[in-house]
């Protein structure tokens, strides 16, 4: 089938790729120049594993094509996909001018059927207002084109977006459209073969969907975040409590891990959004406010623990920060517990010395200017001369550290560490001193 998908951002580069993947001829258009350009010789310009060899051999085949021209996606195909960003307003509500400058667009320029499928994530009732954008515009064209919208949220994530689109648990379509229905279940038969993953709904139900999937997990980790907190002054260690719920199926293990805090695009970004939407309807949402604010309060707490331990005296201290990225398998830093960790260290008159396996770039973009900030090449160069460890985000490369180098290098033996990676026992055992999450202490 012809697709076309408008916006070569992550959704959207990640959606074309899969789709081309498994023989739909792709168009993919995006404003940006340079990056259009890139993605014609197969450069990527996100790290997202496994997604470039995929971009690369369907450029080849001649199934996925990148253009600027928005004339040219409209008419390439009946069926287009929107997937252009949504930023955040001031007021934590979704940014939906590009959606709707996108539709205005399809709208002028169409000269057939169209089916224009929302893939961003956007505010609950915005395929409806994409609707009257057409129905005002194609009124005045006085043309009798019809055209159907579908509400289709994407659900990947960041470091495992293609396992996630190409083996997904569950295909959102929002549509009222028989047609539409059978439209959409061609376009992903490839990913749905083994058991039915479509589930067919209205456009509202499919959009709050995707913002209810978020808000969930969001919860889950702010609650798990609440109970670490808790068992610290109780005197429990919560990696006990988290396998001992875990194991009731109506809970489950997923999702319960305590840290520093969640960030990423999506997480921070949709619950604001979400109390926004509320906001609107006259609903307070007292539980969705909570989560934000434990959350806000949870990525400062390793540096609450670095203050007691210092004795509110940070000036002149460095510290070795391993991780930054908001997660591991991403060199993505947004909204990510290490910024705040950093920035509070370095308002407190401390250094940060710090390695990444994949945000160096991100960092040295946010940070590179300042002069109590490095980058390092290797986990163990940023133990050199510094005073503590921090680790921020669980990447492979730090859950099995040299212990009696790290009790060595540091001028203070002493680890923080936020994704609880570490046996307090084992660290204790080479004389270093050990704060986790949560862990009794
Ligand atoms: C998320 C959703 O999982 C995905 O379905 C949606 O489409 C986009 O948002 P992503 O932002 O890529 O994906 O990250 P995710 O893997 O969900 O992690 C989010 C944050 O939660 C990270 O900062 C992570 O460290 C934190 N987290 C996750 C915890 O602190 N504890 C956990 O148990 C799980």
Known sequence: ??????????????????????????????????????LQQGRIPIFEPGLAPIVQRNIEKNRLHFTCDMMAAISFASTLFIAVGTPPEE??????????????AIATHMDSHKIVVTKSTVPVGTADQVRSVFREKLLERKVAFSVDVVANPEFLKEGAAVADFMRPDRIIVGTDSEACRSLMREIYAPFNRQHDRMMFMDTRSAELTKYAANAMLATKISFMNEMANLAEQLGADIEQVRQGIGADPRIGYHFIYPGCGFGGSCFPKDLNALVNIA??????????????????RQKLRLFDKIQAYFSNNLEGKTFAVWGLSFKPKTDDMREAPSISLMSAIWASGGRVQAYDPEAMGAARDLFGHRNDFSLVGSPEEALQGADALVVCTEWHVFRAPDFELIEKQLSYPVIFDGRNLYDPDRVKYYGLQYYGIGRGN
């Open 91 to 104: 007021d934590g509500s979704a940014d939906l001018q590009h959606v709707l400058a996108v539709a205005n």
């Open 279 to 296: 906001n609107k309807v006259g609903y307070r949402t007292d539980i969705l406010q909570s989560v934000i604010h434990v959350n806000q």
């Open 1 to 38: 089938m012809k697709l076309s998908v408008i916006g070569a951002g992550y959704v959207g580069l990640v959606t074309a790729a899969c789709l081309a993947d498994v023989g739909h001829q792709v168009c993919v258009i995006d404003i940006d120049k340079t990056k259009v350009q890139a």
